[in-house]
């Protein structure tokens, strides 16, 4: 089982060698493959023919002092098995350390050359070294002196990868680097064929498990952990290297990557048997850094390292031998040396292996050198060692010998030759399409210069009629043409023009320098006046004026030309400029205000969220609404209207800042962004400028009137809301000014948002709530103070969802209020209303008034005293049945019109009634203007009238002013004792509230009239 496992690592060893020639074939370039190929299996045979001669003897023979053998010479007289398969491992190995050095020094060796670098490490010095540290695996006794001291190089990290290292090394130093290597910096010599060089790699990777897991010499249980460490080293050094050129270059190299890979297997192969799989992948990083940096160092130094030896075999050779005394196991490495200790062997071996390797390579070959160069001379280099050295052409070097051939007769009349289905041909064919293109592009450009020299005659008439200014300049930007054209355009004679420069007659002063400067560089710069670009400049006139022009700058002599000329085509832009900036003006701004309309307005609030979503910052929108604008319009005309709007938009630009951004959103709505650092305490702030700017009167029809503003803000921090939802927050804030009382502002807040969702399901579900019978009324019986019996009732509204059942009144009321439905929803409350009257007075019961409340909207609609006429008359109910209560606020918006609309309904009998008295604005004096009949004491003042002087003082006066002016007072919201004996001590005439009854439904209400209930 040993002897079979140990010739499996041989042949995966073996393996390698065919991954040193796809890695090296890969890595250098196409002209040099077929010498790379020559070169591998030439090393192979040679290392293996010396090594099986002499190399092993000196190696593995009877040791010398531990220097060196001197038997088992022509290995092979009566091995056993397992010496035979020994022996073929260890040639294996003998192969590797040669094929390193050969490859380092690839592209510009000469094959002779290659040979004796094989000799030279074949012949004296692997063996050499190899006695020193590895003669005892042979016969089990350690007798190499380096063995004797406790030096462990497991399965080569020194004695195989750091020699070929060193004598790479050496031989680099002497041949120097390859032609054109280090012209450039930071230029590399790019290989042929990468996916080539990859699979050499991952040969090199399959082969190094023999590598290492033959080195144990015997099938073992270390083995699979040997082959572990020795694949998790490979993984993190390639890691670590393709991290480090990321990070350091910004791409990742694949070449980079091999040798972070290699560097691992390399780093691991001293110490594979000695250490644990993390520890191994300690060992791949380290090794993966030094590749890396050793890589750069031989870049500063210029050591052209074809395939990257040095850092690879050299450099982590040497760390993966020091690693075996830093991190291995010392039971596993077996000298029984401490740590130190072992360190200090392991350094003296890298050290005496290094020198004896470096100095005699670099001996031999300085020696070799002068009498037989080992590098080819530079014409060879430069074809290709294929055709140098092996006189074997390739596809590549065909083709260009061919266009060399044309280059040296300068005869493009002829075709290179093509070589079907490879790429290389049809490098040579698109060639040829090329040439063809250049023979035609010689053709038109002889007929183009005969018809030139025709047409010349007729230049000097397009120049006399070109309506665009014409004028040619020589190097130095002096004028050497000037047609008519140009003449009119800045007012100055050709005569007198000729010989001045242009630029200092014509370019206005701020742009001179540039000017001047894009002419030194003969107008390619990327900025100012450009060749053939329609480039838009500032020109002055004779007398000074300043005007836009369209400059286009073409060449007019040949760049290899002694005197070059330029010929500026210029056209006077002023009046297409205006026009755009007017379309510009149209397109972005309302042309009443000239404030931003809303298209631009929304496109640049886009753009500043973006912009937050990037840098941080907050957005804040600002909606305004005028409030009473509509009646302006209709009372003093739409001109005053129009001069309201300008007043507002100047009074906009004063109190905001240039950065913001002000626009005219439709109508009587503006908006203002603030953007940057903006705080909400700042917004606020800003808010509360406009308010106090937008108070101020203003003179319209001769009047001066206050039309105060609504406005709503909401905020966009670093972006996080979009444009349409910020300016959708902003509306709903501005909605909840207006119910603020306007004149105000508000902040957006996502209740809000909630509750305009809320308001518009409700709004869209009314319509089904009526049609659906889910609306239904309650009575609240009203009681005489003084007799203690129910004298009426209030009828008010109510509304069961089928989904969301009760839905309170302060929820929906305001929706109706503010709906179109106001009217039909009015409408359907008066006529159920009238309907439970008849239903009781068929009934048999005693009629009591209801009251109904009547919205503003209705109060002023046509409608109102016809549809109530018509029902009175349709169920035979008389006026005096019905009371129509009306708020306070609603009687004082329209004076005028709510006289006219309240005279109209006392003509019906039907009561009058003012709700919620007390906590409106109206003057004392409407009270005698409006025919009602009875005052409604806000509960609100109610509530403590018993207990709080003041709410006692208003009560006392209301009433008092009700019984002078003959009205019947009504208290609502009574909910104890006191407060009603307060009411009776001050003669108020009635009351309602919970402490009577809550509103109870109609068959209840039937009830209190059949049975004339009271309360003492």
Same mark, same amino acid.
């Given at each position: 089982?040993?002897?079979?496992?140990?010739?499996?690592?041989?042949?995966?060893?073996?393996?390698?060698?065919?991954?040193?020639?796809?890695?090296?074939?890969?890595?250098?370039?196409?002209?040099?493959?077929?010498?790379?190929?020559?070169?591998?299996?030439?090393?192979?045979?040679?290392?293996?023919?010396?090594?099986?001669?002499?190399?092993?003897?000196?190696?593995?023979?009877?040791?010398?002092?531990?220097?060196?053998?001197?038997?088992?010479?022509?290995?092979?007289?009566?091995?056993?098995?397992?010496?035979?398969?020994?022996?073929?491992?260890?040639?294996?190995?003998?192969?590797?350390?040669?094929?390193?050095?050969?490859?380092?020094?690839?592209?510009?060796?000469?094959?002779?050359?290659?040979?004796?670098?094989? /000799?030279?490490? $074949? +012949? !004296?010095? =692997?063996?050499?070294? #190899?006695?020193?540290?590895?003669?005892? @695996?042979? &016969? %089990?006794?350690?007798?190499?002196?380096?063995?004797?001291?406790?030096?462990?190089?497991?399965?080569?990290?020194?004695?195989?990868?750091?020699?070929?290292?060193?004598?790479?090394?050496?031989?680099?130093?002497?041949?120097?680097?390859?032609?054109?290597?280090?012209?450039?910096?930071?230029?590399?010599?790019?290989?042929?064929?990468?996916?080539?060089?990859?699979?050499?790699?991952?040969?090199?990777?399959?082969?190094?498990?023999?590598?290492?897991?033959?080195?144990?010499?015997?099938?073992?249980?270390?083995?699979?952990?040997?082959?572990?460490?020795?694949?998790?080293?490979?993984?993190?050094?390639? /890691?670590?290297? $393709? +991290? !480090?050129? =990321?990070?350091?270059? #910004?791409?990742?190299?694949?070449?980079? @990557?091999? &040798? %972070?890979?290699?560097?691992?297997?390399?780093?691991?192969?001293?110490?594979?048997?000695?250490?644990?799989?993390?520890?191994?992948?300690?060992?791949?990083?380290?090794?993966?850094?030094?590749?890396?940096?050793?890589?750069?160092?031989?870049?500063?130094?210029?050591?052209?390292?074809?395939?990257?030896?040095?850092?690879?075999?050299?450099?982590?050779?040497?760390?993966?031998?020091?690693?075996?005394?830093?991190?291995?196991?010392?039971?596993?490495?077996?000298?029984?040396?401490?740590?130190?200790?072992?360190?200090?062997?392991?350094?003296?071996?890298?050290?005496?292996?290094?020198?004896?390797?470096? /100095?005699?390579?670099?001996?031999?070959?300085?020696?070799?050198?002068?009498?037989?160069?080992?590098?080819?001379?530079? &014409?060879?280099?430069?074809?290709?060692?294929?055709?140098?050295?092996?006189?074997?052409?390739?596809?590549?070097?065909?083709?260009?010998?061919?266009?060399?051939?044309?280059?040296?007769?300068?005869?493009?009349?002829?075709?290179?030759?093509?070589?079907?289905?490879?790429?290389?041909?049809?490098?040579?064919?698109?060639?040829?399409?090329?040439?063809?293109?250049?023979?035609?592009?010689?053709?038109?450009?002889?007929?183009?210069?005969?018809?030139?020299?025709?047409?010349?005659?007729?230049?000097?008439?397009?120049?006399?009629?070109?309506?665009?200014?014409?004028?040619?300049?020589?190097?130095?930007?002096? /004028?050497?043409?000037?047609?008519?054209?140009?003449?009119?355009?800045?007012?100055?004679?050709?005569?007198?023009?000729?010989?001045?420069?242009?630029?200092?007659?014509?370019?206005?002063?701020?742009?001179?320098?540039?000017?001047?400067?894009?002419?030194?560089?003969?107008?390619?710069?990327?900025?100012?006046?450009?060749?053939?670009?329609?480039?838009?400049?500032?020109?002055?006139?004779?007398?000074?004026?300043?005007?836009?022009?369209?400059?286009?700058?073409?060449?007019?002599?040949?760049?290899?030309?002694?005197?070059?000329?330029?010929?500026?085509?210029?056209?006077?832009?002023?009046?297409?400029?205006?026009?755009?900036?007017?379309?510009?003006?149209?397109?972005?701004?309302?042309?009443?205000?000239?404030?931003?309309?809303?298209?631009?307005?929304?496109?640049?609030?886009?753009?500043?969220?973006?912009?937050?979503?990037?840098?941080?910052?907050?957005?804040?929108?600002?909606?305004?609404?005028?409030?009473?604008?509509?009646?302006?319009?209709?009372?003093?005309?739409?001109?005053?209207?129009?001069?309201?709007?300008?007043?507002?938009?100047?009074?906009?630009?004063?109190?905001?800042?240039?950065?913001?951004?002000?626009?005219?959103?439709?109508?009587?709505?503006?908006?203002?962004?603030?953007?940057?650092?903006?705080?909400?305490?700042?917004?606020?702030?800003?808010?509360?400028?406009?308010?106090?700017?937008?108070?101020?009167?203003?003179?319209?029809?001769?009047?001066?009137?206050?039309?105060?503003?609504?406005?709503?803000?909401?905020?966009?921090?670093?972006?996080?809301?979009?444009?349409?939802?910020?300016?959708?927050?902003?509306?709903?804030?501005?909605?909840?000014?207006?119910?603020?009382?306007?004149?105000?502002?508000?902040?957006?807040?996502?209740?809000?948002?909630?509750?305009?969702?809320?308001?518009?399901?409700?709004?869209?579900?009314?319509?089904?709530?009526?049609?659906?019978?889910?609306?239904?009324?309650?009575?609240?019986?009203?009681?005489?103070?003084?007799?203690?019996?129910?004298?009426?009732?209030?009828?008010?509204?109510?509304?069961?969802?089928?989904?969301?059942?009760?839905?309170?009144?302060?929820?929906?009321?305001?929706?109706?209020?503010?709906?179109?439905?106001?009217?039909?929803?009015?409408?359907?409350?008066?006529?159920?209303?009238?309907?439970?009257?008849?239903?009781?007075?068929?009934?048999?019961?005693?009629?009591?008034?209801?009251?109904?409340?009547?919205?503003?909207?209705?109060?002023?609609?046509?409608?109102?005293?016809?549809?109530?006429?018509?029902?009175?008359?349709?169920?035979?109910?008389?006026?005096?049945?019905?009371?129509?209560?009306?708020?306070?606020?609603?009687?004082?918006?329209?004076?005028?019109?709510?006289?006219?609309?309240?005279?109209?309904?006392?003509?019906?009998?039907?009561?009058?009634?003012?709700?919620?008295?007390?906590?409106?604005?109206?003057?004392?004096?409407?009270?005698?203007?409006?025919?009602?009949?009875?005052?409604?004491?806000?509960?609100?003042?109610?509530?403590?009238?018993?207990?709080?002087?003041?709410?006692?003082?208003?009560?006392?006066?209301?009433?008092?002013?009700?019984?002078?002016?003959?009205?019947?007072?009504?208290?609502?919201?009574?909910?104890?004792?006191?407060?009603?004996?307060?009411?009776?001590?001050?003669?108020?005439?009635?009351?309602?509230?919970?402490?009577?009854?809550?509103?109870?439904?109609?068959?209840?209400?039937?009830?209190?009239?059949?049975?004339?209930?009271?309360?003492?």
């Amino acid at each position: 089982m040993d002897t079979l496992w140990l010739l499996c690592s041989a042949c995966l060893v073996f393996t390698m060698q065919a991954g040193f020639l796809c890695l090296e074939s890969g890595l250098v370039r196409s002209k040099n493959s077929i010498n790379v190929a020559a070169k591998n299996i030439t090393d192979f045979t040679i290392s293996s023919a010396i090594f099986w001669l002499i190399g092993f003897g000196i190696m593995f023979g009877d040791s010398v002092s531990g220097f060196f053998g001197i038997s088992h010479f022509m290995f092979g007289e009566t091995p056993t098995a397992s010496a035979t398969t020994f022996f073929i491992f260890q040639m294996m190995f003998c192969g590797t350390a040669a094929t390193l050095v050969s490859g380092a020094v690839a592209e510009r060796t000469s094959y002779i050359g290659y040979v004796i670098i094989t /000799i030279t490490i $074949t +012949l !004296l010095i =692997y063996p050499v070294i #190899g006695h020193w540290a590895w003669a005892g @695996i042979y &016969n %089990g006794t350690a007798t190499g002196w380096l063995e004797q001291l406790g030096f462990v190089d497991f399965a080569g990290s020194t004695v195989v990868h750091s020699v070929g290292g060193w004598v790479a090394l050496a031989a680099i130093l002497i041949i120097g680097p390859r032609i054109g290597r280090y012209d450039v910096n930071d230029r590399r010599i790019p290989g042929s064929n990468l996916p080539m060089a990859v699979l050499g790699a991952m040969l090199i990777w399959f082969g190094w498990f023999g590598f290492n897991g033959g080195s144990t010499l015997a099938w073992s249980d270390n083995v699979p952990s040997i082959l572990l460490n020795t694949l998790v080293a490979a993984v993190w050094g390639g /890691i670590s290297t $393709t +991290l !480090l050129k =990321y990070f350091s270059d #910004g791409y990742v190299d694949v070449l980079m @990557i091999i &040798n %972070g890979v290699l560097g691992g297997l390399v780093s691991i192969t001293a110490n594979c048997h000695a250490v644990s799989s993390d520890q191994a992948f300690l060992i791949g990083i380290i090794g993966g850094v030094i590749v890396f940096y050793g890589d750069k160092l031989l870049e500063w130094k210029k050591i052209d390292d074809a395939i990257s030896v040095i850092p690879v075999h050299l450099f982590a050779g040497i760390w993966g031998t020091i690693a075996l005394a830093l991190l291995g196991d010392p039971t596993k490495i077996g000298t029984g040396l401490s740590r130190l200790d072992q360190l200090e062997v392991q350094l003296l071996g890298i050290a005496t292996i290094g020198v004896y390797s470096f /100095i005699l390579a670099y001996v031999v070959f300085k020696i070799i050198n002068r009498f037989y160069p080992l590098r080819v001379d530079a &014409n060879a280099e430069l074809i290709g060692l294929n055709v140098a050295e092996h006189r074997v052409s390739t596809e590549v070097f065909d083709l260009l010998a061919a266009m060399h051939h044309q280059q040296q007769k300068s005869d493009f009349s002829s075709t290179v030759p093509v070589e079907p289905f490879t790429e290389v041909g049809q490098i040579a064919q698109q060639y040829n399409r090329v040439i063809d293109k250049v023979n035609q592009e010689i053709k038109q450009r002889d007929q183009a210069f005969s018809a030139y020299k025709e047409s010349e005659f007729r230049k000097g008439a397009i120049l006399q009629a070109a309506m665009d200014c014409i004028v040619t300049i020589n190097e130095r930007g002096e /004028i050497i043409e000037f047609n008519p054209a140009a003449e009119q355009c800045f007012g100055m004679s050709k005569r007198s023009v000729l010989g001045q420069n242009f630029f200092v007659l014509f370019i206005t002063e701020q742009s001179r320098s540039a000017a001047m400067s894009n002419l030194s560089h003969g107008f390619v710069s990327g900025d100012g006046l450009v060749l053939k670009r329609h480039n838009i400049a500032e020109l002055t006139r004779s007398d000074g004026e300043e005007f836009p022009a369209e400059v286009v700058i073409t060449q007019t002599t040949d760049t290899t030309h002694p005197r070059v000329e330029y010929t500026l085509h210029i056209r006077d832009i002023t009046q297409q400029i205006k026009l755009q900036n007017r379309l510009k003006q149209l397109a972005y701004n309302d042309p009443l205000t000239g404030l931003y309309n809303r298209t631009y307005f929304m496109s640049h609030l886009k753009q500043l969220i973006q912009y937050h979503q990037q840098t941080p910052g907050s957005v804040v929108l600002m909606f305004l609404d005028l409030d009473q604008f509509k009646k302006i319009n209709d009372n003093l005309g739409h001109k005053a209207g129009d001069e309201l709007l300008c007043e507002v938009a100047n009074r906009l630009g004063k109190v905001t800042r240039e950065l913001d951004m002000v626009g005219r959103w439709g109508g009587d709505e503006f908006v203002i962004v603030l953007s940057g650092d903006i705080t909400l305490e700042n917004a606020e702030s800003k808010a509360m400028d406009i308010l106090g700017v937008m108070r101020a009167p203003v003179t319209l029809a001769q009047q001066n009137l206050v039309v105060p503003t609504s406005i709503g803000i909401a905020i966009s921090e670093n972006g996080q809301i979009q444009a349409e939802q910020l300016l959708q927050h902003a509306d709903i804030a501005m909605y909840k000014a207006k119910q603020a009382g306007r004149n105000t502002y508000r902040v957006f807040l996502e209740e809000m948002s909630e509750k305009s969702l809320q308001h518009f399901q409700l709004e869209h579900a009314l319509p089904d709530a009526i049609k659906g019978d889910q609306l239904f009324l309650e009575y609240q019986p009203k009681v005489s103070c003084e007799t203690s019996e129910v004298v009426g009732f209030e009828a008010l509204l109510r509304w069961k969802h089928p989904e969301h059942g009760l839905i309170m009144p302060g929820d929906f009321i305001p929706v109706i209020d503010e709906s179109n439905m106001i009217i039909d929803v009015g409408e359907w409350v008066i006529e159920n209303v009238i309907k439970q009257l008849s239903a009781w007075r068929d009934a048999g019961a005693t009629l009591l008034p209801i009251a109904i409340n009547i919205s503003g909207h209705h109060l002023h609609s046509n409608t109102l005293t016809a549809y109530v006429e018509k029902l009175m008359a349709q169920y035979g109910i008389r006026g005096e049945l019905l009371e129509f209560e009306i708020t306070e606020g609603v009687l004082t918006g329209n004076t005028e019109e709510s006289i006219a609309a309240l005279t109209a309904l006392k003509k019906t009998r039907i009561r009058l009634s003012i709700d919620d008295f007390g906590t409106g604005y109206s003057s004392l004096s409407y009270l005698k203007k409006f025919p009602v009949d009875v005052l409604k004491i806000d509960q609100a003042f109610i509530r403590e009238c018993s207990v709080n002087i003041e709410d006692a003082a208003i009560c006392k006066a209301i009433i008092t002013l009700a019984k002078s002016l003959g009205l019947e007072v009504i208290a609502e919201g009574v909910e104890n004792q006191e407060q009603l004996q307060f009411l009776k001590q001050h003669h108020c005439d009635v009351y309602q509230g919970y402490y009577f009854s809550r509103p109870i439904a109609a068959k209840h209400a039937m009830t209190l009239l059949e049975q004339n209930l009271s309360v003492s």
